[in-house]
């Protein structure tokens, strides 16, 4: 494993946080490349941005050059977006202004499959190498980072969290960051790497594994440069933070979308599967279970157990979660009878249960106390690890009460408490849970194999510790 490089992280670190940033090609009018300019503003950038665009005297009330050795000032970042035709020109005149970064949104390389796009990737990793320059891409968006003040599209918060992401689709990470508000998630850094033709998914997820404004780290990825470098870099960051893996391009059709998509070859299924085993990764499929996870390893606090407790007023959906944590490999806790005794004086005798999963009845949808006095007295028996918790009132503002409560409750009990949605009825339910940190899903089968994910991580890393410092 590659062990902590002091020149390559504060290579890593400059290119975060660059001190200056160019716009090579923003278009004077609302187009695709304007977003750029926009972006940085609208992220509070507070350095200087230099558009550049030779038939421009200003552009959004900035002064514009011509090229980017015009500029009288140095630059540490530049944006390209001119053709695949002019790229090369540009880039080059970008190492000998010294520009440190160069995040290459323009197509047209290896991603074609031409052999043109091919040499022209070739020179563009030639004259990274001469200059010491880097390159993010080609075919990407770059980076978005909310304390530095980098963007790539408008309006993504401003608030920074504990997620790093690297992603070889540009759209996901524009995504991802829109959906934030909705989900509860903040990042540290997104970067959109593409075609990868210097910097790779590799040499970001060594630096994420070491940078300290990182918790967690999450990947989509449709292929590598090097497989072995990958595995390194994995399972150095496997050890001191969680890796959250979404990897495409496992079925021919998809495959042949990502080398499309990216130049990217997919790989065979196994064989994955072994990368991801030995590096230590948690491996998702799909989107929503992509960010159902991020958000549960964001906000779930540690040390996790497998023993879990259910409290729901639906009775079919309490059967539910109860099958889903036997299917996912976790245990129903064995109430106390003490909490038992607890559970007997809150809930109605009629049309419920004490034991686990406890059913507390429709009641306790018009007597929200219920729920909040229920959840208590299992969170507070020692055999409990994490609770599950569906239900909700008969108002907007019962549901409000409920989560006050039960949020405060989460940071007594400093357990973990996973809140299911009961679908249909209030769709306001999940927002003060999630602005909260406390994990809110659409179905207990999501929220349990989260949970299962998340504890079974814990428990790897935590033996990989214990190993390794032998």
């Not at 494993?1 to 090609?25: C, K, N, T, Y």
């Not at 977003?35 to 514009?64: H, S």
């Not at 903040?186 to 630096?207: E, H, M, P, W």
């Not at 779930?300 to 299917?327: D, F, M, N, T």
């Amino acid at each position: 494993m590659r062990g902590f490089d002091p020149v390559f992280f504060r290579q890593m670190e400059e290119l975060f946080h660059p001190e200056s940033v160019a716009i090579v090609g923003v278009p004077r009018g609302m187009k695709m490349g304007k977003l750029f300019l926009v972006a940085l503003r609208d992220q509070g950038f507070k350095g200087p941005i230099f558009p550049v665009n030779p038939e421009a005297q200003k552009i959004e009330d900035m002064e514009a050059y011509p090229s980017v050795k015009a500029i009288p000032t140095k630059v540490d970042m530049a944006i390209v977006l001119v053709p695949a035709g002019r790229a090369l020109e540009v880039v080059r005149e970008c190492g000998e202004k010294g520009v440190k970064v160069v995040v290459l949104f323009t197509a047209g390389f290896s991603e074609t499959g031409t052999h043109a796009g091919l040499a022209a990737e070739k020179e563009l990793v030639d004259l990274a190498r001469k200059t010491g320059m880097r390159i993010i891409g080609p075919n990407c968006m770059g980076i978005y980072a909310p304390a530095s003040g980098l963007s790539f599209f408008p309006e993504l918060p401003r608030e920074p969290g504990p997620i790093g992401m690297v992603t070889q689709s540009g759209s996901l990470g524009n995504i991802l960051g829109r959906m934030a508000m909705q989900r509860g998630l903040r990042f540290s850094k997104v970067v959109s790497i593409g075609n990868q033709c210097d910097l790779t998914a590799s040499d970001f997820l060594n630096y994420m594994a070491y940078d300290r404004e990182t918790k967690l780290v999450g990947i989509y990825l449709e292929g590598v440069m090097d497989g072995r470098a990958f595995l390194h870099a994995l399972k150095a960051a496997c050890i001191r933070k969680p890796v959250i893996l979404w990897k495409v391009g496992l079925t021919p059709e998809g495959e042949r979308a990502a080398r499309s998509h990216t130049a990217s070859l997919g790989g065979s299924r196994d064989i994955w599967e072994g990368v991801a085993r030995q590096g230590g990764a948690v491996t998702v499929t799909g989107f929503e279970e992509f960010v159902d996870t991020l958000m549960g390893f964001a906000f779930l606090p540690q040390p996790p157990g497998p023993k879990i407790a259910i409290v729901s007023g639906p009775g079919g959906l309490a059967v539910s979660a109860a099958e889903a944590c036997g299917r996912e490999g976790l245990t129903l806790a064995e109430l106390s009878p003490g909490t038992r005794k607890k559970l007997e004086k809150i809930v109605p005798p009629t049309g419920t249960s004490t034991r686990n999963p406890v059913d507390v009845g429709l009641t306790a949808s018009f007597d929200i106390q219920i729920y909040v006095e229920s959840a208590r007295s299992v969170s507070d028996d020692p055999g409990v690890d994490a609770v599950v918790l569906i239900g909700m009132g008969m108002s907007h503002e019962d549901n409000r009460r409920y989560a006050r409560a039960i949020i405060e409750l989460r940071d007594m009990t400093r357990k973990p408490f996973l809140i299911v949605n009961i679908p249909g009825f209030d769709p306001e339910m999940g927002r003060p849970f999630l602005e909260a940190n406390v994990p809110f899903f659409e179905s207990s089968e999501r929220a349990l194999r989260v949970y299962r994910l998340f504890w079974e991580d814990f428990r790897r890393r935590k033996s990989r510790l214990s190993t390794s410092s032998c």
